[in-house]
């Protein structure tokens, strides 16, 4: 059983994350990738994200 997932993204999506990882690698001089910063992004941000979904769909009702 594969324990992955994928998601497709537009492609303006991607250049943004890609952007993102490329000025982290210039300013650090480690290579980080776009997928470096997806995961990041989502492990840092996730309870937070619930948190503002929640209350964007309450206030909307």
Do not use: C, H, P
Request: aromatic content about 10%.
């Amino acid at each position: 059983m594969n324990k992955r997932k994928t998601y497709n993204m537009d492609y303006e999506l991607y250049l943004r994350i890609e952007r993102i990882a490329v000025d982290v690698t210039a300013k650090t001089g480690k290579v980080v990738k776009w997928t470096d910063v997806l995961k990041f992004t989502i492990e840092q941000y996730l309870n937070d994200s619930r948190n503002d979904l929640i209350q964007q769909k309450t206030v909307k009702k």
